[in-house]
């Protein structure tokens, strides 16, 4: 029996046709489609690139403006260090000023011109070193003309030619008053005191010049004196307190240094209810030297 496979006709195989133009056209667009997702790639890139440039360089403008402020800080903490440096050179560098010159200084150059109750105050401090132009019962009139200051000749001179001798004096302290309590007017009082005063300017032309308040007596005596009591020697401070400040001169109230809560002298301060004993004239210094 023949096999009926050998009868059957053999197929040919068909020829598959390539067609080169289709294949171009889809390398091209795999081309386009690999350079567009390259060219998004870098350029996004790129933006990334440049945000962070731009972040950076702001950080670094940022830093620089804070150290540029800090080194302006700087600058002035340092002017004003510098400052503060030079301005305290200069207070070192400085006279100390004659009103700021301390207590223990102030009697360096100074003179004294009063009554018993100034000389007492020279005599129990043993003021030795001043110009001591004190004595008893003198008032605004004989100080003008009485000659009791010894000098190198062994004569006695007044207080004007006293002046005139010794140079120039730093400070003149005048204590008067208590002796002219008597007289008939205030005003003939003021009126010689002024006189006595502008001689002494006169003289020593550069000398500060204080006139001291009359001092209290005490609240026994005060009550038992009619010359010699607080109302009128208040009355007579008001004006000496006036005239001080008419002629350009300071004004020196002490009664503070020893007086009581009244007003009055302390009771202890004196055994004659006038004259201070040496405590009271300590306390008494102690004020003027502290008020230069």
């Given amino acids: 029996m023949q096999n009926s496979n050998y009868n059957m006709p053999r197929r040919r ?5 390539i067609k080169y133009k289709n294949v171009a056209i889809a390398l091209a667009l ?3 489609l690999l350079y567009a997702m390259v060219s998004c790639t870098v350029s996004v890139f790129n ?36 400052n503060s440096k030079d301005k305290e050179a200069n207070a070192s560098n ?8 301390p207590p223990e200084q102030v009697l360096n ?48 001179i ?5 002046l005139s001798s010794v140079g120039e004096i730093e400070r003149i302290y005048i204590s008067l008053g208590i002796n002219e309590l008597g007289w008939p007017s205030v005003d003939g009082f003021i009126g010689k005191y002024t ?17 001291l308040a009359i001092l209290p007596v005490t609240k026994e005596r005060s009550d038992s004196d009619a010359t010699f009591n607080n109302t009128k020697i208040n009355d007579v401070n008001k004006q000496i307190e006036k005239m001080a400040k008419d002629l350009g001169v300071t004004y020196l109230d002490c009664k503070s240094a020893v007086s009581d809560q009244s007003g009055s002298l302390v009771a202890d301060a004196s055994t004659d209810g ?12 102690q004020f003027i030297k502290e008020n230069p």
């Fill in 47 to 82: 933006k990334n690139k440049d945000d962070k440039d731009k972040q950076k360089a702001e950080t670094s403008q940022s830093q620089s403006d804070s150290s540029n402020d800090n080194n302006k800080d700087n600058s002035k903490i340092d002017v004003s260090n510098t």
């Fill in 158 to 162: 007044t207080i004007q030619q006293a």
């Fill in 274 to 285: 006038i004259h201070l004993t040496k405590a009271y004239c300590e306390k008494w210094l």
């Fill in 109 to 156: 150059n100074a003179a004294f011109i009063g009554d018993s109750r100034m000389k007492g105050l020279v005599l129990y401090n043993g003021l030795t070193s001043i110009k001591d132009y004190t004595d008893i019962g003198l008032n605004v009139e004989t100080a003008m003309n009485k000659a009791f200051i010894p000098s190198p000749d062994g004569n006695a």
């Fill in 195 to 211: 006189e006595l005063i502008n001689m002494v300017k006169q003289t020593q032309p550069k000398a500060k010049i204080y006139v």
């Fill in 94 to 101: 400085s006279e100390v000023p004659k009103d700021k010159v």
């Fill in 30 to 32: 795999l081309v386009l």
């Fill in 13 to 17: 195989k068909k020829k598959v046709k």
